[in-house]
């Protein structure tokens, strides 16, 4: 069945740097689009990032422009976001989703926290 | 660019029924059939309950319903169940030179 793991979560100190992975199985993963989503403690879900199937677009909030990288290995079927210039704003538990055509996404993982406190 | 704006919170009874609103702008909800809705319970990673402004995926009860009319988009749950209590969230795709994707604020859904 469709499985998106996530992994790479932590506790890092403001200004440091953080990288993400999210493991796909049980779906083509190289035809489609990926999304990072992330929710802070006790707040909405809030989209972080996306990038095309072949990688070669990308889109990011204007919250992390700038500071996130998202990049995929679909030899690997593993999609990452690399975190640069971490701030505390950014603590929150991050979900990776493959999305369908119609900008929506049907299957979620369990997330990984990331916190950054000093 | 702007979240998508939702209620804080709605309440109903079992066996009502009740609607969430999703107001957006004609660059986001307004301008494409991209709206959905996902459905979360404390602890629990996001559900989708619907997609696409009204197709329910499978497995979904179809006491779920969504339509969309301007530049807002409504989730309808009818015949209320204590297993309906949760935060529902509404997305669109965004036309935004930036981003590509919002979510609304989020709506928590009391079943009384």
């Known amino acids: 069945q469709v499985q998106v793991v996530e992994s790479g979560g932590g506790v890092v100190q403001p200004g440091r740097s953080l990288r993400l992975s999210c493991a796909a199985s049980?779906?083509?993963?190289?035809?489609?689009?990926m999304h990072w989503v992330r929710q802070a403690p006790g707040k909405g879900l809030e989209w972080v990032a996306v990038?095309?199937?072949?990688?070669?677009?990308?889109y990011y909030a204007d919250s992390v422009k700038g500071r996130f990288i998202i990049s995929r290995d679909n030899s690997k079927n593993t999609l990452y976001l690399q975190m640069n210039g971490l701030r505390a704003e950014d603590t929150a538990l991050y979900y990776c989703a493959p999305y369908s055509s119609g900008w929506y996404g049907d299957y979620w993982g369990q997330g990984t926290l990331v916190t950054v406190s000093s | 660019q702007s979240a998508l704006t939702q209620p804080a919170s709605v309440s109903g009874s079992p066996g009502q029924s009740i609607t969430i609103s999703c107001a957006g702008t004609?660059?986001?909800?307004?301008?494409?059939?991209?709206v959905s809705w996902y459905q979360q319970h404390p602890g629990k990673a996001p559900k989708l309950v619907i997609y696409e402004v009204s197709n329910r995926p499978s497995g979904v009860s179809h006491r779920f319903s969504g339509s969309k009319s301007g530049d807002t988009a409504s989730l309808t749950i009818s015949g209320l169940q204590a297993e309906d209590e949760a935060d529902y969230y509404c997305s669109s795709y965004t036309s935004s030179s930036i981003s590509r994707v919002l979510f609304g604020g989020g709506t928590k859904l009391t079943v009384l």
């Open positions: 004609s660059s986001d909800v307004g301008g494409y059939d991209f």
């Open positions: 990038i095309s199937y072949d990688g070669s677009n990308k």
């Open positions: 049980g779906f083509s993963f190289s035809g489609y689009a």
